[in-house]
């Protein structure tokens, strides 16, 4: 019996103070997925409440952030530092009205991946599919992380199996000697 594949879910952090372009970016994100993925967004219009969001314990595969929110100028800057520095893996897209360049080289330094301009016409093409692609980086990169913090766990476990072993009084001292070859084999490997 074949198992369907599951199909991923994505959280996505939408900080953006103009409820129209919300809007417009849950529609494009919607769009993007159709039945490949699951979207679970938040949405927030201010620095403070973006921050509330990345302060929790949720894991934010994407944050999508406006530049210029109501409550600062160019705060979304901050967002996208805060947001970077919460989650290793999170990928920022930045989307603005403004092309400042200013805004541009401030995001992509604090960690932003992409900055969007919502002025051009194909801009509503395009961000939906960008916002999906990042979701679908940060998600493997996330479950590959998973995998290999099983695995050095799973390490781990054998080094002391081995050590355990390696202090039995009833082996042969070439055969402690392979054992503590091996540990000291492990050890190298996840140092």
Request: net charge negative; aromatic share 8%; glycine share 4%.
């Amino acid at each position: 019996m074949l198992l369907e594949p599951q199909k991923p879910t994505y959280r996505i952090l939408l900080v953006e103070d103009e409820e129209g372009a919300r809007f417009n970016l849950r529609e494009a994100m919607s769009l993007s997925a159709g039945m490949d993925a699951e979207l679970i967004v938040d949405e927030c219009s201010t620095v403070e409440e973006a921050k509330a969001y990345l302060s929790s314990e949720t894991f934010y595969h994407v944050a999508v952030v406006d530049i210029w929110l109501e409550d600062e100028e160019s705060g979304g800057v901050e967002v996208v530092r805060t947001a970077c520095a919460s989650n290793a893996l999170i990928e920022v897209i930045v989307v603005t009205s403004y092309e400042k360049l200013e805004y541009a080289n401030d995001s992509l330094n604090k960690g932003a991946r992409q900055y969007l301009c919502k002025g051009h016409k194909e801009y509503i093409d395009i961000v939906g599919p960008h916002i999906l692609r990042a979701a679908n980086s940060a998600y493997m990169r996330q479950q590959i992380d998973c995998e290999i913090q099983e695995f050095q766990k799973f390490i781990s476990e054998v080094r002391v199996k081995m050590f355990e072993l390696q202090k039995a009084a009833d082996l042969s001292e070439s055969t402690k000697k392979e054992i503590a070859d091996i540990v000291r084999t492990i050890d190298r490997g996840l140092g």
